[in-house]
């Protein structure tokens, strides 16, 4: 891996031994959690990768390990510069995955211009870097740009209830404005750009620190405390385990059509109360659930249409009790141990969990 940071940015392929065998693909926001894991199919499928950050909401941890990688180059930048563009001037890029933009609905208050500058500046920086070598373009857009949806399922169609003054408007609008450039510069430009937006992922490589849905809870159920709840629990989500993202991600460079959006993400709804129960149920967690007022006003549903998706050929594979199951073990806790009961009636085993009354620590935590 190299590694280039500060003011050694400059006359970046002097200093880059680059690996010319593969195509070049560019993910910035690499050192996130689904860039990390991108980055990491992107490698095994040949190709040469240069993640680029600023380490915003990202970390180093999460691609330490590529780092005995000859392909796999990491620079710490923010898209936002003006000079992103022209570092890259001298190396061919294939394909860009543009992910940069700080995450979490908490942040919205605290990182809300950083998220504004990074959809609009930045993107009109990678798109401007894309035009220069010609190169395909993924912008990870989100399902917050259909807002506050008074339709369920949401496609691609459905053009969103979103207020532009609202408490989340600096992501929701930020991730509406990056398309409306995107889809420009396909227009225009005739850039093969295209646009996922992503409902929620989950998967390894979210840190434990994340503000989302998923993480909070595990973090409590490691730190003993009760898992709390934003709100009645009723809200619905769809959750998609990250490899599922990833093949779509590729699918639509691939295959995508350019100026088009495709949404990507799980087809079945739970709400938050129920995703909070299945976790303690496979952790074998017995404190209470905690409920408490939002602290932002919240989506009652979300759920995508994938018909768009699955005419390229995209499928959800992995279910979410299998994700959150390996989810759980990369983080360490065990899950609740099954027991095989005889069924005298039916004379066939069936599976109970376990009751431990303790949350069930692996090595490392
Ligand atoms: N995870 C999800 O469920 C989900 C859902 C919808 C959309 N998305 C989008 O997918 C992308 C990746 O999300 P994630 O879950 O991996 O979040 P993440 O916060 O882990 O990753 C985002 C990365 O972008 C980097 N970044 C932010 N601003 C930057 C800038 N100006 N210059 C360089 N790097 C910058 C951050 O440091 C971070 O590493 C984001 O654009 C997000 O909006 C994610």
């Not at 970390?59 to 923010?78: C, L, T």
């Not at 050929?313 to 609740?336: F, P, Y």
Request: with cysteine.
């Amino acid at each position: 891996m190299s590694k280039i940071t500060g003011n050694k940015i400059k006359n970046l392929e002097h200093q880059i031994k680059t690996a010319a065998a593969g195509p070049r693909a560019l993910v910035d926001g690499g050192a996130g959690f689904i860039g990390s894991n991108l980055c990491g199919h992107l490698l095994a499928q040949g190709y040469e990768v240069f993640a680029v950050d600023n380490l915003i909401t990202g970390k180093i941890k999460n691609i330490s390990r590529y780092s005995h990688d000859q392909r796999f180059h990491f620079i710490e930048m923010d898209i936002n510069d003006s000079e992103f563009p022209e570092t890259f001037r001298n190396i061919k890029i294939n394909e860009i995955y543009h992910l940069a933009c700080p995450t979490g609905v908490p942040n919205i208050k605290k990182l809300g211009e950083e998220m504004i500058n990074t959809c609009s500046r930045g993107t009109f920086n990678v798109m401007s870097l894309a035009r220069a070598h010609g190169a395909g373009v993924v912008y990870s857009s989100s399902a917050e740009v259909y807002g506050q949806p008074e339709e369920t399922p949401q496609s691609e169609h459905y053009t969103g209830n979103v207020n532009p003054i609202g408490p989340r408007s600096a992501y929701e609008e930020g991730k509406r404005f990056a398309e409306s450039i995107i889809k420009m510069y396909a227009d225009k430009y005739g850039l093969n750009a295209k646009i996922v937006r992503i409902f929620n992922t989950y998967g390894p490589g979210m840190s434990l620190s994340d503000q989302r849905v998923m993480p909070q809870f595990l973090q409590s159920i490691i730190r003993g405390k009760k898992l709390t709840i934003f709100g009645d629990g009723s809200q619905t989500r769809t959750f998609l385990y990250v490899s599922d993202l990833l093949s779509g991600l590729e699918l639509v460079m691939k295959n995508g059509k350019p100026g088009e959006a495709y949404n990507i993400g799980g087809d079945n709804q739970i709400t938050i109360k129920e995703l909070a129960e299945l976790m303690k149920k496979l952790t074998g967690y017995r404190l209470e659930v905690e409920f408490v007022p939002h602290f932002i006003e919240d989506h009652n549903h979300r759920q995508p249409a994938v018909s768009k998706a699955e005419l390229l050929g995209w499928r959800q594979t992995v279910s979410l009790e299998e994700g959150l199951k390996r989810m759980i073990i990369a983080n360490g806790v065990k899950l609740a141990r099954p027991i095989a009961i005889r069924s005298v009636a039916k004379d066939k085993f069936t599976i109970k969990e376990s009751l431990s009354t303790e949350p069930m620590l692996g090595a490392g935590l």
